[in-house]
Nanobody, 115 residues
């Protein structure tokens, strides 16, 4: 079992920045990737960014160049730095931990980008 606790959501104006954090606990030795997904009203949950145990990263095309995913292994925490935010980035953001045979999810944190 893996537990994930997210923090850092909120409201920001277009062009602003936010940083999301996700602290993992439990069977963290089995995690081979950590990622962020988002779900906007009326839409399916979609991948935003992922980082694997080797440090390789992957991003959705819509956030490339604006968002950065990173991890602090000593703190068992993954971060999502979001810059140049746009109204279309508004969504509930979920942290994901992938282990062999299972996915674990955080509770979600709301990000609202509006003037």
């Amino acid at each position: 079992q893996v537990q994930l606790v997210e923090s850092g959501g909120g409201s920001v104006q277009p062009g602003g920045s936010l940083r999301l954090s996700c602290a993992a606990s439990g069977s963290i030795f089995s995690i081979y990737s950590l990622g962020w997904y988002r779900q906007a009203p009326g839409k399916q949950r979609a991948l935003v960014a992922v980082i694997n145990s080797g440090g390789s990263t992957s991003y959705a095309d819509s956030v490339k160049g604006r968002f950065t995913i990173s991890r602090d292994n000593a703190k068992n925490t993954v971060y999502l730095q979001m810059n140049s935010l746009k109204p279309e980035d508004t969504a509930v953001y979920y942290c994901n931990a992938r282990v062999p045979g299972a996915d674990y999810w955080g509770q979600g944190t709301q990000v609202t980008v509006s003037s």
